[in-house]
């Protein structure tokens, strides 16, 4: 009997879900209650929130309800059944790809969508195809399975369209009741975290707090509101800018000013190196020890070398490209998105290749082996004032020597050279070499060798081959400037562009760093942003590696001065490494800070040399204040396009229009002709000869033999 009661029961149930599922309100409800599930699933599993106590574990819990309640309630206001139906899906399955493209965009930057970045995804989607694909994971189907079952089910009728009409007054009390929701929600994270709408948290704490959906909506008002900024901009808010820049400015160290002066300037691009890298050993499986980067190393050591051991990459989501603009404008990137792909293309810069032109008559080449548009690099680059600009299409790139990033190194350094050789001295060149990237598993068989790290983690057990691919393929081309008669009248600038192995990926690094992952907190994560720094003169006697914490904002400025031209006359935030006036405090784009004596990490205080944790973390406010200045000033620059007003006699503005990349080879060698004898390019140099023959290039086992 009671089993006959216990069926009936299950019956009953059965019958009133099917009853109403079958309603709009139901099936709405059913959707709100597999995105909360899926929300919940991602914030556990692919988002690191930083959880603390029960009260943000209940926020967490409930946060996705409210706006998956108040957009799917939108199809209520509907009166036709079917466009109805159709219009929840759509409206389910745009919420459901926004959570998705926000897991994928975290797996590889450790950071949320932007609206900045999705209105400039068409700027580097054709680079990421391939590593998007390492980015998925089995369990991605979860997100998308239901996607497939309801067509099917709707087919088969199984979910009948009901024809019941939602009346208006039912339909604004749903919305009234997800704005209720809300409210509660915004009450309770105000509670946790007080001034969450008003202050600069990170993205992390908006998320946590309240859920993508509200993210996104606020992130997308703040971009309108910057872009509101840059409408409105006028020369009179330049004022507080100059007023700063002449306060800021950090005077030379007279001994170096002019110490590289009238020597081409060469930058070397040493893909996601990070500074733990110089000197490192990996041991293989039988014990042995296995230097990394034996060149680079050398460079670091060598007493024509100004190396530094503190210095920092300050990029945020523009990566590589946010590095180019900081070391090229003294100016930080944005905090959204990759300021090369919001505003390159509009903005107007002070950047290096126009100043040396203008002032030292330096000739400029960026060279790249990927395509011109990735990033925007086509565009910007002829703002900064590049007149040449290398990029896939002068290169032989197939299958073979290539991956999705662009060309392999060792082919694109040796490729470069026929271009490079025709470039008027002194130049201004650099090179961005691709192969150490993300996901670090790309190397051709003659390259592969060097053995495997052997952590859980197959990025970080990949990542030290290709950088010691990364390293032969600079010590070839290095030793072709030699050859070639270049090397002796250059200063070479090594650096890295921002890390290799994300935050999220630090404590599985640490046991191979010596470290415990247990005690590992944010004074070690802030550490890990180290990058390498070179300036390698050759002929110099008094190198040596220096202490001075400084970051990628402070190149150039310090560059400028030992060429010889004082950075005063620009617009640059940063200031010269070598100043005994120099700030210590480094500023990152998310508003933390390293200095010698303090370390600041979302939200957490540390006393750097030591990695304790501080509770009281008033005595280092003057330290977020100049932090917040230095970056506030970087904003009124770039949203406001104020340099557009910036008068300088030293600098004309650079035209866009003046610029093509297109022939650019029999462009230089027009050059070449036209000057003659007065020519000074490499290839005119050499009477007349290529120098590509002096170019030698070696497989991983024949730099093994060599050792």
Same mark, same amino acid.
């Given at each position: 009997?009671?089993?006959?009661?216990?069926?009936?029961?299950?019956?009953?149930?059965?019958?009133?879900?099917?009853?109403?599922?079958?309603?709009?309100?139901?099936?709405?409800?059913?959707?709100? #209650?597999?995105?909360? $599930?899926?929300?919940?699933?991602?914030?556990?599993?692919?988002?690191?929130?930083?959880?603390?106590?029960?009260?943000?574990?209940?926020?967490?819990?409930?946060?996705?309800?409210?706006?998956?309640?108040?957009?799917?309630?939108?199809?209520?206001?509907?009166?036709?059944?079917?466009?109805?139906?159709?219009?929840?899906?759509? $409206?389910?399955?745009?919420?459901?790809?926004?959570?998705?493209?926000?897991?994928?965009?975290?797996?590889?930057?450790?950071?949320? #969508?932007?609206?900045?970045?999705?209105?400039?995804?068409?700027?580097?989607?054709? =680079?990421? +195809?391939?590593?998007?694909?390492?980015?998925?994971?089995?369990?991605? $189907?979860?997100?998308?399975? *239901?996607?497939?079952?309801?067509?099917?089910?709707?087919?088969?009728?199984?979910?009948?369209?009901?024809?019941?009409?939602?009346?208006?007054?039912?339909?604004?009390?749903?919305?009234?009741?997800?704005?209720?929701?809300? &409210?509660?929600?915004?009450?309770?994270?105000?509670?946790?975290?007080?001034?969450?709408?008003?202050?600069?948290?990170?993205?992390?704490?908006?998320?946590?707090?309240?859920?993508? %959906?509200?993210?996104?909506?606020?992130?997308?008002?703040?971009?309108? %509101?910057?872009?509101?900024?840059?409408?409105?901009?006028?020369?009179?808010?330049?004022?507080?800018?100059?007023?700063?820049?002449?306060?800021?400015?950090?005077?030379?160290?007279?001994?170096?000013?002019?110490?590289?002066?009238?020597?081409?300037?060469?930058?070397?691009?040493?893909?996601?190196?990070?500074?733990?890298?110089?000197?490192?050993?990996?041991?293989?499986?039988?014990?042995?020890? !296995?230097?990394?980067?034996?060149?680079?190393?050398?460079?670091?050591?060598?007493?024509?070398?100004?190396?530094?051991?503190?210095?920092? !990459?300050?990029?945020?989501?523009?990566?590589?490209?946010?590095?180019?603009?900081?070391?090229?404008?003294?100016?930080?990137?944005?905090?959204?998105?990759?300021?090369?792909?919001?505003?390159?293309?509009? /903005?107007?810069?002070?950047?290096?290749?126009?100043?040396?032109?203008?002032?030292?008559?330096?000739?400029?080449?960026?060279? !790249?082996?990927?395509?011109?548009?990735?990033?925007?690099?086509?565009?910007?680059?002829?703002?900064?004032?590049?007149?040449?600009?290398?990029?896939?299409?002068?290169?032989?790139?197939?299958?073979?020597?290539?991956?999705?990033?662009?060309?392999?190194?060792?082919?694109?350094?040796?490729?470069?050279?026929?271009?490079?050789?025709?470039?008027?001295?002194?130049?201004?060149?650099?090179?961005?070499?691709?192969?150490?990237?993300?996901?670090?598993?790309?190397?051709?068989?003659?390259?592969? +060798?060097?053995?495997?790290?052997?952590?859980?983690?197959?990025?970080?057990?990949?990542?030290?081959?290709?950088?010691?691919?990364?390293?032969? &393929? @600079?010590?070839?081309? @290095?030793?072709?400037?030699?050859?070639? +008669?270049?090397?002796?009248?250059?200063?070479?600038?090594?650096?890295?562009?921002?890390?290799?192995?994300?935050?999220?990926?630090?404590?599985?690094?640490?046991?191979?760093?010596?470290?415990?992952?247990?005690?590992?907190?944010?004074?070690?994560?802030?550490?890990?942003?180290?990058?390498?720094?070179?300036? !390698?003169?050759? =002929?110099?006697?008094?190198?040596?590696?220096?202490?001075?914490?400084?970051?990628?904002?402070?190149? $150039?400025?310090?560059?400028?001065?030992?060429?010889?031209? /004082?950075?005063? *006359?620009?617009?640059?935030?940063?200031?010269?490494?070598?100043?005994?006036?120099?700030?210590?405090?480094?500023?990152?784009?998310?508003?933390?800070?390293?200095?010698?004596?303090?370390?600041?990490?979302?939200?957490?205080?540390?006393?750097?040399?030591?990695?304790?944790?501080?509770?009281?973390?008033?005595?280092?406010?003057?330290?977020?204040?100049?932090?917040?200045?230095?970056?506030?000033?970087?904003?009124?620059?770039?949203? +406001?396009?104020? #340099?557009?007003?910036?008068?300088? *006699?030293?600098?004309?503005?650079?035209?866009?229009?003046?610029?093509?990349?297109? %022939?650019?080879?029999?462009?230089?060698?027009?050059?070449?002709?036209?000057?003659?004898?007065?020519?000074?390019?490499?290839?005119?140099?050499?009477?007349?000869? &290529?120098?590509?023959?002096?170019?030698?290039?070696?497989?991983?086992?024949?730099?093994? &033999?060599?050792?």
């Amino acid at each position: 009997m009671h089993t006959i009661y216990t069926e009936a029961g299950v019956s009953r149930l059965k019958n009133k879900w099917n009853k109403f599922i079958n309603t709009r309100v139901g099936l709405v409800s059913l959707l709100v #209650l597999l995105l909360w $599930l899926k929300s919940v699933f991602a914030y556990f599993v692919e988002f690191d929130l930083g959880i603390d106590n029960a009260l943000q574990y209940f926020i967490l819990l409930i946060n996705p309800l409210a706006s998956s309640l108040l957009i799917l309630s939108f199809s209520f206001y509907i009166r036709r059944e079917k466009l109805a139906y159709v219009s929840a899906f759509v $409206l389910y399955a745009l919420q459901l790809v926004l959570l998705f493209a926000n897991i994928m965009y975290y797996r590889e930057f450790t950071d949320f #969508l932007t609206v900045n970045t999705i209105l400039g995804v068409g700027n580097v989607s054709g =680079g990421l +195809g391939g590593s998007a694909l390492q980015l998925l994971h089995g369990r991605d $189907l979860l997100y998308f399975v *239901d996607l497939l079952v309801f067509p099917v089910l709707f087919w088969r009728k199984k979910i009948p369209i009901s024809t019941k009409k939602i009346r208006g007054r039912h339909a604004l009390s749903l919305s009234v009741l997800a704005l209720l929701l809300f &409210s509660g929600n915004l009450f309770l994270a105000e509670t946790s975290r007080t001034g969450l709408l008003t202050r600069n948290f990170s993205r992390n704490y908006l998320v946590k707090y309240l859920g993508v %959906n509200v993210y996104t909506l606020l992130d997308g008002i703040q971009t309108y %509101n910057t872009y509101q900024v840059r409408a409105e901009a006028s020369p009179n808010e330049l004022v507080e800018v100059q007023d700063y820049l002449t306060d800021h400015f950090a005077q030379p160290d007279s001994e170096l000013f002019g110490l590289a002066e009238g020597k081409n300037v060469i930058y070397i691009h040493l893909e996601s190196t990070q500074q733990f890298v110089i000197d490192y050993k990996l041991k293989d499986d039988a014990g042995v020890e !296995h230097e990394v980067m034996p060149f680079v190393n050398s460079i670091y050591h060598d007493k024509s070398t100004f190396s530094f051991e503190n210095f920092y !990459h300050q990029v945020s989501a523009g990566k590589t490209s946010d590095a180019e603009t900081l070391l090229e404008t003294s100016l930080f990137g944005l905090s959204q998105g990759s300021l090369f792909s919001q505003l390159g293309d509009k /903005n107007t810069f002070y950047a290096a290749p126009a100043i040396l032109n203008q002032t030292k008559g330096y000739s400029s080449a960026a060279f !790249h082996g990927n395509a011109g548009n990735f990033w925007n690099r086509n565009e910007t680059y002829k703002r900064f004032g590049y007149e040449n600009f290398f990029d896939a299409s002068y290169y032989d790139v197939n299958e073979e020597n290539s991956f999705q990033y662009g060309l392999h190194d060792k082919p694109f350094f040796q490729q470069s050279v026929p271009y490079l050789e025709h470039l008027q001295q002194p130049f201004y060149a650099k090179f961005i070499a691709v192969s150490n990237h993300y996901p670090y598993a790309q190397l051709t068989d003659e390259d592969a +060798g060097f053995p495997m790290a052997t952590t859980e983690d197959k990025t970080i057990n990949g990542y030290f081959a290709t950088e010691n691919y990364l390293d032969q &393929s @600079v010590e070839e081309f @290095v030793n072709y400037l030699k050859e070639s +008669g270049v090397y002796e009248n250059s200063i070479l600038v090594f650096y890295g562009d921002h890390y290799g192995i994300s935050e999220s990926r630090n404590k599985t690094l640490a046991g191979l760093l010596d470290q415990d992952a247990e005690t590992w907190n944010g004074a070690n994560q802030a550490e890990m942003q180290k990058v390498p720094l070179m300036f !390698h003169i050759p =002929g110099l006697e008094t190198g040596g590696i220096q202490s001075t914490y400084g970051g990628q904002v402070d190149v $150039l400025p310090t560059l400028l001065h030992l060429l010889g031209i /004082n950075s005063q *006359d620009y617009p640059l935030l940063g200031q010269d490494l070598f100043s005994p006036d120099h700030n210590q405090t480094v500023a990152f784009r998310n508003g933390d800070f390293v200095s010698p004596e303090y370390t600041s990490h979302r939200g957490s205080l540390y006393q750097t040399q030591t990695k304790e944790l501080l509770a009281d973390t008033s005595v280092a406010d003057s330290l977020k204040e100049v932090v917040t200045t230095q970056l506030a000033m970087s904003d009124k620059i770039n949203n +406001g396009d104020l #340099l557009r007003f910036y008068s300088n *006699d030293q600098l004309a503005s650079v035209n866009p229009a003046d610029f093509s990349y297109k %022939n650019s080879l029999e462009r230089l060698k027009q050059e070449e002709a036209d000057l003659a004898e007065q020519s000074r390019s490499i290839y005119s140099q050499n009477s007349g000869q &290529s120098t590509v023959s002096l170019y030698e290039t070696k497989t991983f086992q024949e730099y093994e &033999s060599r050792e």
